[in-house]
């Protein structure tokens, strides 16, 4: 029976090693509540992360969602539609309005050049996504943002272990949310995390994920319940001791892509961005159907029937989603548009090998008329 390739495969610490992790686990009882796992997993990405504070969530939606509940801000959002669900969502479950800017062609971040039209009286904050590991222009949207007083929330769900002009990505805006799910780089099987500096934001954030509980006779606000467990916990400190090698892995796989499907005509691949070392989350190939002679369907198409499962990612585009009844006008954002209409994210991870590389390029290629 022929083996099926996914998009992702989750990176997992040796089992023997997980289990060494979680043997005290059984010993003290401390399964959840900010455990020592929770307390030393935080430290420790404090340091790889290189930021100065870090709080963690029970997956990355809840520290976005949260996050901008601890702003609370009030009126319009600038976002991008190209992008998760969990993107547009908790900002709309927040009772913010999104208004979506469109992206660049070459980085598919959201265009730093538009948003300046979009902001009204109403704006508050801005909410930018850092795609398949590329970096939003951050200088851009600082100078945006204290020219009109706008808070900044950096969805960095694939920027996990980035850094730009050698700072960790996780440093820049109000806040950056990090995604720890089992289809990430980097993952604690379920997960995620809030980087920030100002300290009131911090305590609102612990507030928001722990019902508010400070102490076993005091609750001074309304919150939720998005505490990450110790099994959670143990994961990433296992996985985060080998997070350079499973970059390193991805990074060759990518490379062979690069070597095999680079300089075909009707293929763009995406470009190593200035200043940043990169973590290899994903690998999207846009396709050109008047060069390439095929279309994005149809390499789609061709690969699942080999039993590979390619990924259309993103589309549909948030501001196009039944759940929002045709509210937005899609037609504004044009590029986002074609690009989620053309794009393909390739199977990529660290177990992926190079003859899976060499037989899914093949079939690329066999699709070029």
């Known amino acids: 029976m022929q083996e099926k390739i996914f998009v992702t495969q989750s990176s997992i610490a040796p089992l023997a090693e997980y289990i060494n992790e979680i043997k005290d686990i059984w010993d003290n009882h401390h399964m959840t509540n900010m455990g020592p796992k929770h307390i030393k997993f935080q ?15 029970t997956n990355g939606h809840m520290a976005l969602e949260l996050s901008v509940q601890a702003l609370n801000l009030q009126g319009e959002v600038i976002t991008t539609p190209f992008t998760f669900a969990s993107t547009t969502h908790a900002i709309v479950r927040n009772n913010l309005e999104p208004v979506f800017c469109d992206i660049n062609e070459d980085d598919y971040t959201i265009d730093v050049s538009k948003i300046e039209k979009l902001i009204t009286d109403k704006t508050c904050a801005i909410v930018p996504v850092h795609v398949y590991g590329n970096i939003c222009d951050i200088e851009g949207i600082e100078y945006i943002a204290k020219k009109y007083g706008l808070k900044v929330i950096y969805d960095a769900a694939h920027a996990f272990g980035e850094t730009y002009k050698g700072q960790g990505i996780g440093n820049f805006g109000d806040v950056s949310c990090f995604s720890f ?54 994961m990433g400190l296992c996985n985060l001791r080998h997070i350079k090698e499973e970059i390193d892995k991805r990074k060759k796989a990518a490379e062979r892509y690069y070597e095999r499907l680079e300089g075909i005509k009707g293929i763009r691949l995406n470009v190593a961005q200035k200043d940043v070392e990169p973590n290899y989350a994903y690998l999207p190939v846009l396709f050109d159907e008047r060069q390439f002679g095929a279309t994005r369907e149809t390499v789609f198409a061709e690969l699942e029937k080999n039993d590979i499962y390619a990924r259309k990612y993103f589309y549909p585009l948030t501001n196009t989603f039944s759940a929002f009844n045709g509210r937005y006008d899609v037609l504004k954002t044009p590029i986002a548009l074609h690009i989620s209409k053309h794009i393909l994210t390739l199977p990529l991870y660290a177990e992926l090998s190079m003859d899976t590389v060499d037989k899914i390029c093949d079939i690329i290629l066999g699709c070029k008329v």
Do not use: D, S
């Open 181 to 234: 799910h089992a289809t990430k780089v980097f993952n604690t099987i379920e997960g995620g995390a809030a980087c920030y500096k100002n300290k009131q934001l911090g305590n609102a954030l612990y507030e928001l994920k722990n019902f508010g509980i400070h102490g076993p006779e005091e609750v001074r606000a309304v919150g939720a319940n998005a505490k990450m467990n110790e099994f959670c916990a143990a």
């Open 43 to 57: 430290n420790e990405l404090l340091n790889y992360l290189n930021v100065e504070n870090v709080e963690l969530f």
